[in-house]
Structures are given as C-alpha cells and as structure tokens.
C-alpha cells in the first residue's frame, strides 16, 4: 500500500445512480486530474454491485475512472450475490475481497468517504 496520507478510497456502497454520478465518480476523477489526491480507489459494495452490473452508463463513467488512474475493485462476495462476478470480469473490473482490504486502509490512516 503506498503513502496512505495522500491516498483517497471511495466506498461506493448505495443504489442512488445521480450520487454515484454526481459525487463518487466526479470526485474520484477529479482527485486524480486534479493532483488533489496521488492515488484513489473505488470500492464497490452492496446494492452499487447491482448499479454497475445493470447501467451501462455507469459501467461507461467506471471505465473512465480506470482510465484516468483510478482503482477499482468490486467486493467479491457482493458481486457473488448478485450473480455478477462473470459480468463484471468480462467488463475488466477487478473483483477481489474487498473487507482486509478496507481494514488496511482503515488501520494506515488513507482517507475514506463513503457516498
């Protein structure tokens, strides 16, 4: 894990769509343009599993996000619920476990906002 000072994790973990767009995604993206933040992840949780399965508008501004720098990781037993782990793969998203994870960044300090 790099400098945990100057690394930013989103915790996506709701189905509000407008959220997502408006805050989670914009703000990731613009931390990284912007060189507010030298590393930022996206952490998708819950029912946003479902979101980015089904909304190819999401799955677009994800992509994006990817392709800016931001890291992104879906939770590995949300996505299992979901039935989404195949899909999610084929789209090039990282499914991982994603609560150790969390608890490091916890632990070290990272700063973490949830939407």
Not at 25 to 44: G, I, M, N, P
Not at 76 to 101: M, N, P, S, Y
Request: net charge negative; charged share 25%; glycine share 6%.
């Amino acid at each position: 894990m790099d400098d945990s000072s100057d690394t930013l994790v989103v915790l996506w973990i709701n189905a509000d769509r407008i959220a997502a767009a408006d805050m989670a995604f914009q703000y990731a993206r613009d931390s990284l343009l912007k060189d507010w933040w030298k590393r930022v992840e996206l952490l998708v949780w819950g029912p946003s599993v479902e979101i980015l399965c089904e909304d190819e508008a999401a799955q677009m501004q994800v992509e994006m996000l990817r392709h800016v720098g931001v890291e992104v990781t879906v939770c590995v037993a949300c996505a299992a619920r979901h039935r989404a782990i195949e899909k999610l793969e084929k789209l090039g998203i990282h499914v991982d476990g994603t609560g150790e994870l969390l608890t490091a960044y916890l632990k070290s300090g990272a700063s973490i906002i949830t939407v």
